[in-house]
RNA sequence: GCUCGCGUAGUGUAGCGGCCCAUCAUGAAGCCCUCUCGAGGCUUCGACCCGGGUUCAAAUCCCGGCGCGAGCACCA
């Protein structure tokens, strides 16, 4: 039998130098469930490799995805939260005087030009291989363009450079791809106070992406297959310029069965019209929503472990992500009770005592027990489990309490140690009536019911016994998973 | 339409010429343990897309088919 490979394959071409890996999020929102591939993956391989993680903000876009002025700190935060890792941050709209630099450059080996056809007239000449007639302008007049675009002759839709290739290519994604092009910075500043409107042509991601990954000396990069055109795009350009490309590593597209399509721009105009409350509601598959719920970042780290860097695409359930949780938190989590639909019921009869204690925890002893007041003797249970004693059997096991008997809204204790093969049920004494929120097909649910006193902080994951992992927050409950 | 990529149990994944009547996890079923329907332990179920070829030998290499996905944006 050959052996089995845990974890991540060995990263290739890894040659004498430091490894340089990046995870390039545009800012134009919080990070979503999603970009934690990215994220893991490549700090995984910059960690086992002691290398360095690149965090680069890609906001070159001021119109349709732009950028969220308090995304670059909190996608900083969750980066390092989710990686353990300080990357180093690189900013991409502070860095326009490179990408100007050699885009000059490359109008000047005449490896460019300024086009100046429609989307539309261009699409139709790539489709037939064919050359429009701005691409055969010298030099001079390229340059001469360039500098329209930039001073306000060429208006935004007027002007795009574009990378010369060859129009004969068979993938027509490659032929002439685009690099710069026009934006109205004036009616949409960027929105980092230092950029604003102080450019006017921005690099598309091909062209900023190449450079500056060649700028910063990565060594690998590892992104969705979606991007291979993207890659053979960026080649095309590397040779202009005589550079070596990164190796570069590709996975599959990934859909998580309870997860909808969604994307960063619509969650972030759902938020901003009142749709959802924030990045971190409970409905989101953001990291944000799913921290907030209680998820560990080794939890996901051992998720996209487990799916590993093959280009096949692939539909998971939630539950095998909350699977490698579940081993993370159980341990962690202190119990307690929450009865939903609380029926209550007097004790009757036994040795009852004024109080008991009960362990937080099965088989630690490292959470403070818990010490439940009797004295009411009027104790809450479960309408679902009471139907049931009215349907089966009215026997049953208070856990940690006593056995008991169900007639008439009565509990009759029939023994106080366990005599064996009763259901345990769980019960409250003494709670407070909290809510237990829970998202279910892009609502919240609400459940009622009754959580046991306790002196946990706000903050707090524990686990309701029979029910599930919860985060105790101000307002109420909010499940984790079951 | 053109281009590219991918197809191993229900779901993921390992293996990438002989060690494979195929790994591990998850799932389902059952049992054990436990004062939770949680956790833990054990058992069982279940797969190499199809067809050719190469080879003494193919899940693994080649060709064809079929299926799935992605790119062909003045988005990232």
Known sequence: MKERRVGLPDLPDVGEGTVVLRFAPNPNGLLSFGHSRGLIINSEYAKAHNGTLILRFDDTDTIQKAPLLSAYEKIEEEVEWLTGLKPKIIIASERMEYYHKHAVQLLEMDGAYICLCSGDEFKEIRKNKQECSHRHQDIEENLDLWMQMKDGRLKPGDAVMRVKTDMTLPNPALRDWPAFRIQDTKTNPHPRPNIGSRWRVWPLLDFQSAVEDHLQNVTHIIRGKDLMDSTRKQLLLYDKFGWEYPTTIYWGRVKIHEYGGFSTSQIRRDIESGKYSNWDDIRLPTIASMRRKGMNAEALKAFWIELGLTQKDISV??????????????????????????????????????????????????????????????????????????????????????????????????????????????????????????????????????????????????????????????????????
């Open 317 to 482: 359930p939630l539950s095998s992500l909350f699977s490698h949780d579940t081993k993370i938190i159980d341990i962690k989590t202190p119990r307690i009770s929450f009865v939903r639909e609380p029926k209550s019921l007097e004790l009757v009869g036994g040795e009852l005592p004024a109080s008991i204690t009960v362990p937080s925890h099965p088989e630690h002893s490292n959470f403070k027990p818990r010490i439940i007041d009797l004295s009411t003797k009027i104790i809450m249970v479960e309408k679902a489990d009471i139907d049931e004693a009215l349907s089966k059997s009215n026997k049953f096991r208070l856990k940690d309490l006593a056995d008991i008997e169900i007639t008439d809204g009565k509990a009759i204790i029939t023994s106080i140690d366990s005599a064996g093969g009763l259901r345990i049920i769980h019960w409250v004494a003494n709670g407070k009536e909290t809510n237990l929120y829970y998202n279910e097909d892009d609502g919240i649910n609400c459940q009622k019911g009754i959580l046991e006193n306790h002196s946990h902080p706000i903050g707090t994951q524990v686990q309701l016994e029979r029910i599930g992992y919860a985060v105790i927050e101000e307002t109420g409950l909010v499940l984790s998973h079951n």
